[in-house]
Protein backbone atom coordinates (compact mmCIF):
# COMPACT_ATOMS: atom_id res chain seq x y z
CA UNK A 1 0.00 0.00 0.00
CA UNK A 2 1.41 3.50 -0.55
CA UNK A 3 1.69 6.16 2.05
CA UNK A 4 0.44 9.84 1.18
CA UNK A 5 4.36 10.80 0.81
CA UNK A 6 5.19 7.90 -1.91
CA UNK A 7 2.00 8.89 -4.00
CA UNK A 8 3.26 12.54 -4.14
CA UNK A 9 6.56 11.36 -5.45
CA UNK A 10 4.77 9.70 -8.02
CA UNK A 11 2.20 12.53 -8.55
CA UNK A 12 5.69 14.50 -9.19
CA UNK A 13 6.89 12.59 -12.02
CA UNK A 14 3.48 12.14 -13.42
CA UNK A 15 3.03 12.27 -17.42
CA UNK A 16 -0.30 10.14 -17.82
CA UNK A 17 -2.08 13.50 -19.14
CA UNK A 18 -0.84 16.48 -21.08
CA UNK A 19 -1.50 18.92 -18.31
CA UNK A 20 2.40 18.44 -17.35
CA UNK A 21 3.59 20.26 -19.87
CA UNK A 22 4.64 23.39 -19.55
CA UNK A 23 4.17 23.36 -15.25
CA UNK A 24 6.74 24.50 -13.00
CA UNK A 25 5.79 21.82 -10.24
CA UNK A 26 3.19 19.53 -9.21
CA UNK A 27 1.16 19.86 -6.50
CA UNK A 28 0.28 16.64 -5.05
CA UNK A 29 -1.32 18.61 -1.93
CA UNK A 30 -0.80 18.96 1.52
CA UNK A 31 -1.38 18.60 5.11
CA UNK A 32 -0.82 15.20 7.79
CA UNK A 33 -1.22 11.40 6.59
CA UNK A 34 -3.77 11.61 10.03
CA UNK A 35 -6.08 14.54 9.27
CA UNK A 36 -9.59 13.66 9.95
CA UNK A 37 -10.79 16.53 7.06
CA UNK A 38 -9.76 16.99 3.28
CA UNK A 39 -10.48 19.33 1.21
CA UNK A 40 -10.65 18.86 -2.58
CA UNK A 41 -10.54 21.98 -4.60
CA UNK A 42 -10.33 22.12 -8.70
CA UNK A 43 -6.83 22.68 -10.14
CA UNK A 44 -3.33 24.55 -9.04
CA UNK A 45 -3.64 27.70 -10.11
CA UNK A 46 -0.25 30.07 -11.16
CA UNK A 47 1.05 30.62 -7.41
CA UNK A 48 0.50 27.13 -6.40
CA UNK A 49 2.33 25.92 -9.51
CA UNK A 50 5.15 27.85 -8.13
CA UNK A 51 5.33 26.84 -4.93
CA UNK A 52 4.22 22.76 -5.49
CA UNK A 53 1.64 23.97 -2.16
CA UNK A 54 -2.25 23.70 -2.57
CA UNK A 55 -4.02 27.01 -1.89
CA UNK A 56 -1.35 29.37 -1.28
CA UNK A 57 -2.64 32.16 -3.77
CA UNK A 58 -5.56 34.38 -3.39
CA UNK A 59 -7.85 31.86 -3.13
CA UNK A 60 -6.01 30.00 -0.60
CA UNK A 61 -5.88 33.08 1.58
CA UNK A 62 -9.84 33.19 1.20
CA UNK A 63 -10.12 29.35 2.00
CA UNK A 64 -8.16 30.42 5.26
CA UNK A 65 -10.74 32.87 6.26
CA UNK A 66 -13.18 30.69 5.86
CA UNK A 67 -11.53 27.84 7.72
CA UNK A 68 -10.78 30.32 10.10
CA UNK A 69 -14.82 31.06 10.60
CA UNK A 70 -15.15 27.58 10.72
CA UNK A 71 -12.77 26.46 13.69
CA UNK A 72 -10.80 24.94 11.55
CA UNK A 73 -6.90 25.44 10.59
CA UNK A 74 -5.26 23.94 7.30
CA UNK A 75 -2.67 22.72 9.55
CA UNK A 76 -5.05 20.04 10.23
CA UNK A 77 -6.29 19.53 6.97
CA UNK A 78 -5.37 17.22 3.82
CA UNK A 79 -5.69 19.99 0.77
CA UNK A 80 -5.59 18.60 -2.66
CA UNK A 81 -7.47 19.25 -6.48
CA UNK A 82 -9.39 16.92 -8.73
CA UNK A 83 -5.96 16.81 -10.90
CA UNK A 84 -2.67 17.70 -9.87
CA UNK A 85 -0.91 20.30 -12.88
CA UNK A 86 -2.18 23.75 -13.26
CA UNK A 87 -4.05 23.43 -17.11
CA UNK A 88 -2.94 26.14 -19.26
CA UNK A 89 -3.82 29.75 -18.37
CA UNK A 90 -5.77 28.20 -15.43
CA UNK A 91 -8.57 26.84 -18.34
CA UNK A 92 -10.99 24.37 -16.38
CA UNK A 93 -9.38 20.51 -16.72
CA UNK A 94 -11.02 18.72 -19.35
CA UNK A 95 -12.74 15.24 -18.63
CA UNK A 96 -10.59 13.14 -19.81
CA UNK A 97 -7.50 14.77 -17.38
CA UNK A 98 -9.62 14.48 -14.11
CA UNK A 99 -10.69 11.04 -15.38
CA UNK A 100 -6.99 10.08 -15.37
CA UNK A 101 -6.07 11.91 -12.51
CA UNK A 102 -8.72 10.87 -10.11
CA UNK A 103 -7.92 6.95 -10.85
CA UNK A 104 -4.61 7.67 -10.82
CA UNK A 105 -4.13 9.56 -7.88
CA UNK A 106 -7.55 11.12 -5.80
CA UNK A 107 -9.17 8.08 -5.32
CA UNK A 108 -5.55 6.70 -3.72
CA UNK A 109 -5.26 9.71 -1.72
CA UNK A 110 -8.66 9.18 -0.12
CA UNK A 111 -8.48 5.71 0.48
CA UNK A 112 -5.00 5.98 1.97
CA UNK A 113 -6.50 8.98 4.15
CA UNK A 114 -9.86 7.84 5.17
CA UNK A 115 -11.11 11.29 5.78
CA UNK A 116 -14.22 11.47 8.01
CA UNK A 117 -15.46 14.39 5.91
CA UNK A 118 -14.06 15.70 2.38
CA UNK A 119 -15.10 19.52 2.02
CA UNK A 120 -16.03 19.94 -1.88
CA UNK A 121 -15.09 23.42 -3.05
CA UNK A 122 -16.92 23.91 -6.26
CA UNK A 123 -18.83 22.61 -9.22
CA UNK A 124 -15.58 20.43 -11.02
CA UNK A 125 -14.75 18.75 -7.73
CA UNK A 126 -18.31 18.27 -6.78
CA UNK A 127 -19.28 16.55 -9.90
CA UNK A 128 -15.47 14.36 -10.00
CA UNK A 129 -16.63 12.68 -6.26
CA UNK A 130 -20.13 12.81 -6.34
CA UNK A 131 -21.81 13.11 -9.63
CA UNK A 132 -24.05 15.61 -8.47
CA UNK A 133 -23.85 18.78 -10.64
CA UNK A 134 -25.23 21.84 -8.63
CA UNK A 135 -23.53 23.80 -6.09
CA UNK A 136 -26.00 26.05 -5.69
CA UNK A 137 -28.63 22.86 -5.07
CA UNK A 138 -26.17 21.04 -2.76
CA UNK A 139 -24.05 23.92 -0.48
CA UNK A 140 -24.35 23.92 2.83
CA UNK A 141 -25.44 19.77 3.33
CA UNK A 142 -23.73 16.66 3.40
CA UNK A 143 -23.79 14.57 1.34
CA UNK A 144 -23.59 10.76 1.70
CA UNK A 145 -22.01 8.68 -1.12
CA UNK A 146 -20.53 5.11 -0.63
CA UNK A 147 -20.26 5.49 3.19
CA UNK A 148 -18.00 9.05 2.23
CA UNK A 149 -19.77 12.14 3.78
CA UNK A 150 -18.84 15.22 1.57
CA UNK A 151 -19.20 18.81 2.55
CA UNK A 152 -20.27 21.00 -0.35
CA UNK A 153 -20.00 24.60 -0.77
CA UNK A 154 -18.49 26.96 -3.18
CA UNK A 155 -15.39 27.66 -4.72
CA UNK A 156 -12.95 30.78 -3.04
CA UNK A 157 -12.27 32.10 -6.96
CA UNK A 158 -16.16 32.37 -7.33
CA UNK A 159 -16.68 33.47 -3.65
CA UNK A 160 -14.23 36.81 -4.92
CA UNK A 161 -16.07 37.67 -7.50
CA UNK A 162 -19.40 37.43 -6.44
CA UNK A 163 -20.24 39.00 -3.42
CA UNK A 164 -23.59 36.95 -3.09
CA UNK A 165 -21.62 33.44 -3.13
CA UNK A 166 -19.16 35.04 -0.79
CA UNK A 167 -21.85 35.53 1.59
CA UNK A 168 -23.48 32.12 1.00
CA UNK A 169 -20.05 30.47 1.19
CA UNK A 170 -19.82 32.04 4.75
CA UNK A 171 -22.85 30.87 5.78
CA UNK A 172 -21.61 27.76 4.71
CA UNK A 173 -18.66 27.53 6.64
CA UNK A 174 -20.88 28.52 9.72
CA UNK A 175 -22.79 24.92 9.76
CA UNK A 176 -18.89 23.57 8.74
CA UNK A 177 -18.54 24.80 12.40
CA UNK A 178 -21.30 22.85 14.14
CA UNK A 179 -20.87 19.72 11.86
CA UNK A 180 -16.68 19.42 12.28
CA UNK A 181 -17.60 19.86 16.22
CA UNK A 182 -19.26 16.77 16.14
CA UNK A 183 -16.33 14.98 14.50
N1 LIG B 1 -7.81 26.92 -6.93
C1 LIG B 1 -7.95 25.58 -6.76
O1 LIG B 1 -8.96 25.00 -7.11
N2 LIG B 1 -6.95 24.95 -6.21
C2 LIG B 1 -5.83 25.51 -5.79
O2 LIG B 1 -4.96 24.82 -5.27
C3 LIG B 1 -5.72 26.91 -5.97
C4 LIG B 1 -6.71 27.60 -6.54
New binding site residues.
Partial sequence: MPTLFSLAEDIRKCTACPLWKGTTLA?PGDGPKDAKIMIV?????EE?DRHGL????R??KFLDKMLGMAGLDRKNIF?T?TVKHRPPKNRAPKVSEIKACKELWLDKQIEILRPTLIII??GVALKTLTKETSVEKAHGTVLKKEKQQYFVTF???AALRFPETKKKMEDDFRKLKKITQKI
Avoid at 41 to 45: D, K, L, Q, V
Avoid at 54 to 57: A, D, E, I
Fill in positions: VGEAPGEPFVGSGINLGHPS
